[in-house]
């Protein structure tokens, strides 16, 4: 209810400088700037809670509970800023999100590593919807902290079995005609602490080491073309700029397929956490091959056998043998939402949402289960579905209220069929750390809360 | 102008190592020109990287004997004075006949393949947040200290660039490549595919997940 006489109304602006003129720049600045409303001036001397929804307590809350509206804001009434000048179109030149939205955030899980230069993050996938990253919330992995790499400082050469040993400037780079593709980038070790058991409660934790932007790059065959790879060329060693010196083997033949040497993501110049200026693309291949600070191309006639192709990135086998040069990604989805940090907040029409991938190339079909793998349907895949490319699925649902068991399966172009964990285990034991690609299970608890499970 | 490669055999050979090599570019595209010759001075300068067979390797050496001091002074801060590890930093050594236990150990002893992997990173990437700081003779007992802490050389042994390669690692032969498909194509099953399911395993009792307090959020 509202008492029109003890409504605040702020006195209205003065107007005298002609309307609409200023968006051309044309009109007279306002001398005067209009009052602020209270929130409005709340926000501005940095009080405001950041982020409303951060402020619900733990993502993880034992059930859903949607947030408390402020009457005063409903109808009937009239809320402020329906009412007040919101800030103009100089306020911010590089937009963020609303702060409504500042619980959308990468996140690391201190325990993983001895240190966070040598660490990973993870995206929060369960606030996406549709199936391109936002280059801010795209997972970070590093192995010697993040370089700094000024574009004019930055050099990229190519040696080895070569005719002509080039080195290239950024400003070369961007001289050669270039391709453009969505592509998945997931870490070998996506979903690496679930080996055992359920581990991490939460989506962005079981599976967050993956993103999907729109890369911009020369290919690479066209680089090596420059140089004049020579008949005895079979392999290329990548190498980073940092201070890791990443470097990893990769066979001629997939250089020349469909590498990238990447300076735009989402049609921006690369963040400097994902390589700026330059990086590699390798479509459908584990990501730590995807050379980050990109500064060497070298040409042999045999893998190099480095530590990331050796020590790490080799996939330990029950029997202690370990498989190496297990470089695609195999197929695998996971259910976004309802999952541990989004929790059911009613019984009734629902949508299950979730992302599909596959490193040989498009995603066929995705099915889902809402008891536990029994009986199935199939999820509708959201075009474009495009080759190891992330694709975003969905499927309405409605929940009684009672205990569900959630799990999606994924089914690519090769007719490859996403495995249940115990298929997996079976052929790899439980150490092999990297490419673990099994069905996930989330359980819907009938208070609303969604748990990561294992099941027997 | 894209020019076509021919394209592999199939998609799901992707696993074997099918290299087209010589025939890759059909008909050489013209070239653009762009880039300037590196010289070899520059390319002696970035190109550090061996190889298994030793190539790369540049001329010098160095002992476990010289380099237990180095490895004292900027390595076992890190990973221990006998490579033990400190806190969550690597474990170098040990680990043997672990890899088919529970818990398996990987180090450099008990698992990587081959001396000249340990110094090239050594060489490249070490000491972490002081990379490409040790000198080459430094990165050599540096390399043969590590080997020594695995009882892989004797602690006067000299490596240098025309043994390194012949040193033979406990797990050389560990490594294997994937052949064919890990699962078999079929048509998954749609309706009554298990008789029941059973929970055997909840992440919220383990309650290892970052909560709103602890986690971190990256700016």
């Not at chain 1, 090769?414 to 052929?427: C, F, I, K, S």
Request: include cysteine.
């Amino acid at each position: 209810m509202t008492d029109k006489t003890t409504r605040g109304r702020a006195p209205a602006p003065d107007r005298s400088g002609s309307r609409g003129s200023g968006l051309h720049g044309a009109g007279p600045a306002q001398t005067e700037s209009p009052p602020l409303s209270p929130d409005r001036r709340r926000f501005l001397t940095g009080t405001a809670a950041a982020g409303i929804a951060a402020g619900t307590g733990s993502l993880f809350a034992g059930g859903g509970k949607a947030l408390a509206s402020n009457p005063d804001n409903l109808p009937p009434n009239i809320p402020d800023w329906s009412r007040y000048l919101g800030v103009g179109v100089d306020a911010n030149p590089y937009g963020s999100p609303v702060e409504f939205e500042s619980h959308v955030v990468r996140r690391s899980v201190e325990w993983l590593t001895a240190t966070s230069e040598s660490s990973v993050n993870f995206t929060p996938i369960h606030e996406m919807d549709g199936f391109v990253t936002p280059n801010g919330l795209c997972f970070e992995r590093h192995h010697g902290g993040m370089a700094v790499i000024p574009p004019e400082d930055y050099r990229l050469m190519i040696n080895g079995l070569v005719d002509r040993p080039l080195i290239f400037t950024y400003q070369d780079l961007l001289r050669f005609p270039p391709e453009s593709r969505f592509h998945f980038l997931e870490c070998a070790a996506n979903s690496g602490m679930e080996w055992r058991g359920a581990q991490l409660n939460g989506v962005q934790y079981t599976h967050g080491m993956i993103h999907c932007v729109y890369y911009t790059g020369v290919p690479l065959k066209t680089l090596l073309n420059e140089a004049g790879v020579k008949t005895s060329g079979k392999w290329i060693l990548v190498e980073g700029a940092d201070s890791s010196g990443m470097t990893r083997s990769i066979p001629l033949e997939k250089a020349l397929d469909d590498c990238l040497v990447a300076y735009s993501q989402n049609g921006e110049r690369l963040r400097a956490e994902q390589g700026y200026p330059i990086r590699l693309v390798v479509p459908g291949w584990e990501g730590n091959m995807w050379v980050k600070w990109l500064r060497r191309i070298e040409i042999g006639d045999q893998p190099w056998y480095h530590r990331e192709e050796t020590s790490k990135y080799t996939d330990l086998l029950p029997d202690g043998t370990a498989r190496k040069f297990t470089w695609t990604m195999d197929a695998k989805s996971v259910i976004t939402s309802p999952s541990p940090e989004k929790p059911m907040l009613s019984e009734g029409p629902q949508v299950i949402k979730g992302l599909a991938w596959s490193g040989h190339g498009r995603i066929q079909r995705v099915d889902v289960s809402t008891d536990g793998g029994i009986n199935w349907q199939p999820a509708r895949l959201h075009e474009p579905v495009l080759s190891k490319s992330l694709t975003f699925f969905s499927l309405p649902w409605s929940w009684s209220g009672k205990d569900a068991l959630l799990q999606s399966r994924a089914i690519d172009e090769t007719g490859y069929v996403q495995p249940q964990m115990a298929a997996l285990q079976e052929a790899r034991g439980v150490n092999s750390i990297y490419h673990n690609n099994s069905v996930q299970t989330w359980l819907v608890n009938a208070n609303g809360a969604v748990d990561n499970v294992r099941l027997g | 102008m894209s020019v076509s490669v021919k394209r592999p055999l199939a998609a799901a050979a992707a696993a074997t190592i099918l290299l087209a090599g010589a025939g890759a570019f059909a008909e050489d595209p013209p070239l653009f020109g762009l880039g300037t010759p590196a010289t070899p001075e520059q390319i002696a300068a970035w190109d550090i990287d061996i190889r298994p067979d030793g190539q790369g390797l540049p001329p010098g050496s160095g002992s476990a004997e010289a380099g237990e001091t180095i490895y004292a002074e900027q390595c076992a801060f890190c990973h221990g004075d006998f490579g033990e590890g400190m806190g969550r930093y690597p474990v170098l050594m040990g680990g043997f006949d672990s890899l088919t236990a529970e818990r398996p150990e990987k180090t450099v002893g008990s698992y990587w393949p081959y001396a000249s992997t340990v110094w090239d990173y050594i060489y490249r990437a070490m000491p972490f947040g002081n990379a490409q700081s040790l000198g080459i003779d430094d990165t050599y007992a540096v390399t043969a200290y590590v080997l020594y802490l695995n009882e892989i050389v004797e602690y006067d042994q000299m490596i240098d660039q025309s043994n390194l390669a012949d040193i033979e690692m406990p797990n050389a032969g560990g490594f294997f490549l994937m052949e064919g498909p890990e699962f078999e194509r079929y048509e998954p099953c749609m309706e009554n595919c298990r008789d029941s399911v059973e929970i055997t395993g909840k992440a919220r009792v383990l309650d290892v997940t970052p909560d709103d307090g602890g986690q971190t959020a990256i700016e």
